[in-house]
């Protein structure tokens, strides 16, 4: 065979190869990612390319739910299908869109491993790596090149899973924390982040892994993801860690060198082309399955905010997030509720700086309050405005309003009393009022421990009585004027026979 031929069989080999390879990219990428089986799609490049526009434009063009809020300010359009801002402390919504959807979180599930490992173990501890924690690594997961046998100290490990998102040493610090918590190793760590996150409020979060990589019931929300780090951002350890912006791993054991760490997250990093001065913490997450998710928490010297979205595009998701930020800091005030309350029944508060967020263009005094008794006159307030909670605070009530709720307590014993019997007279401060059931599905109750929640009742009561009233004076009235139109025509007959006899 001529040296040309060869040639041209090699070349003709390589281009079949190549197209093959080519082509089973495309499939790897156009794939549906829930399939068992690549199908190839056979719409073209643009065609694909136009309909992923179409459905981000969607998405983008989604309304956020607070801004069907009377009076709420206008927040922004974001391209992520699930986005929330939230005040750390209060806990008060400023911006949701699809904030309870389930979503996959990628690696900012890093940060649950965090708080899970910060309340459970020491920064001095070790923390080995095992082969478990590097032998299921795939050559395109984040990763420093831990080696099995190396030992660091947690110090070091977190830095490396908040700061590198390195997956092995997230896997090492499950099977180590594990470990020291019951001797269960990697499963006790995952049992142990679904009930911390569970303790805080996020009810509707899974985790099947210390990570993020994709897993059918690894997912969480937006709300419940804000929740988990307003929880992490009260302790000060997280913060130290969040400081660092280049942090290095001495040689070990094993390893002779250093390995160097640097934040990845953009608006934390000053010469970022997203650097947000006010961000204080964070973390980045990308899987296909999960697109870009991001959380971040800044303050402005008044109050802190969380941002999370979730299956944003790229860097799509700073744009998002920074825009939601500059919506948060703008439009919305700390009140301290402690100075400004006018409710009669609060006479003081267990914590002196108690705040609520509320919106610029909103008063206190179109907020409602709900009072709920914790012991004695310790109670709950929680406020809210068109049942959107801003905040709530601990109180100490007055006597009145305990007295008040015992008044309530005897009334629904009254209203119980009238539903079992069918048919009850109830006399309360020479007020009757005739009970009537007409049926077995019709429940009279007065219940409630709210002082708004009653004043309807006492209203309306007091409406029916004085309807009631008004409808029998107006009968009585007419009766009387009849009565006295027949004794007056008697009294005219009378008269004319005596003149006409």
């Known amino acids: 065979m001529k040296l040309k031929q060869l040639f041209s069989i090699v070349i003709a080999i390589t281009l079949i190869a ?3 390879l080519t082509t089973q990219g495309i499939v790897d990428v ?41 009076n709420w300010p206008e927040g922004p359009l974001v391209q992520a299908r699930s986005a929330i ?35 459970n173990s020491e920064f001095t501890d070790d923390v080995e790596i095992t082969e478990e924690s590097v032998n299921w690594l795939q050559w395109n997961y984040a990763h420093i090149g831990m080696q099995a046998g190396e030992i660091i100290s947690m110090e070091d490990a977190l830095h490396a899973n908040l700061l590198a998102s390195a997956n092995e040493v997230s896997y090492a610090i499950a099977e180590n924390v594990g470990n020291m918590v019951d001797g269960g190793g990697y499963s006790t760590f995952i049992r142990m982040m679904n009930e911390k996150t569970s303790r805080i409020g996020a009810a509707n979060s899974s985790w099947e892994n210390p990570h993020g990589l994709h897993g059918d019931n690894h997912f969480t929300t937006a709300y419940d993801m804000a929740l988990i780090i307003s929880y992490l951002y009260e302790n000060p350890d997280f913060l130290r860690l969040m400081r660092s912006l280049r942090y290095t791993i001495e040689e070990t054991n094993i390893v002779e060198e250093e390995r ?14 997203f650097h947000y001065p ?8 990308f899987t296909d399955q999960a697109g870009t998710t991001l959380a971040t928490t800044a303050d402005n010297g008044e109050f802190s905010l969380v941002a999370v979205v979730l299956f944003d595009h790229g860097w799509q998701a700073y744009e998002s997030t920074i825009a939601m930020m500059d919506y948060g800091f703008e439009n919305f005030s700390k009140i301290r509720i402690s100075e400004d309350e006018t409710d ?22 179109e907020v409602s309050r709900t009072i709920t008794i914790l012991e004695e006159n310790v109670a709950e307030v929680v406020y809210s405005y068109h049942g959107h909670r801003l905040g709530s605070a601990e109180v100490i009530v007055s006597e009145a309003y305990l007295a008040y709720l015992e008044r309530l307590e005897h009334l ?6 009238a539903y079992n019997e069918g048919v009850a007279e109830i006399r309360e401060d020479g007020l009757t009022m005739l009970v009537v059931m007409p049926n077995e599905d019709y429940e009279l109750s007065v219940r409630g421990n709210g002082f708004k929640s009653f004043i309807p009742r006492v209203l309306a009561i007091s409406l029916g009585v004085l309807v009631g009233v008004t409808i029998i004076l107006i009968i009585i ?23 006409s006899g």
């Open 85 to 119: 801002l939230m005040e750390v402390s209060t806990g008060a919504v400023l911006y949701a869109k699809d904030i309870y959807e389930r979503r996959y979180p990628a690696s900012i599930t890093k940060l649950v491993t965090t708080l899970v490992a910060l309340e």
């Open 18 to 20: 190549t197209a093959t």
């Open 278 to 285: 006010m961000a204080n913490s964070g973390k980045t997450g």
């Open 477 to 499: 009235g007419k009766r009387q004027a009849k009565e006295e139109r027949k004794r007056g025509k008697k009294q005219h007959r009378r008269r004319r026979k005596k003149r």
């Open 344 to 365: 009669e029944h609060i006479e003081s508060f267990v914590e002196p700086d108690s705040y609520i967020m509320l919106p610029n263009n909103i008063d206190l005094g």
């Open 30 to 70: 156009l794939a549906d990612d829930e399939a068992e089986d690549y199908v190839i799609d056979e719409r073209s490049l643009e065609e694909i390319l136009e309909e992923q526009a179409l459905i981000r434009e969607e998405y983008f063009n989604k309304q956020p739910e607070t801004n069907s809020l009377p």
């Open 260 to 273: 160097v760490l640097y934040q990845d997250h953009q608006m934390l990093r000053p010469e970022g082309c």
């Open 412 to 417: 629904d014993y009254l209203a119980d009393q």
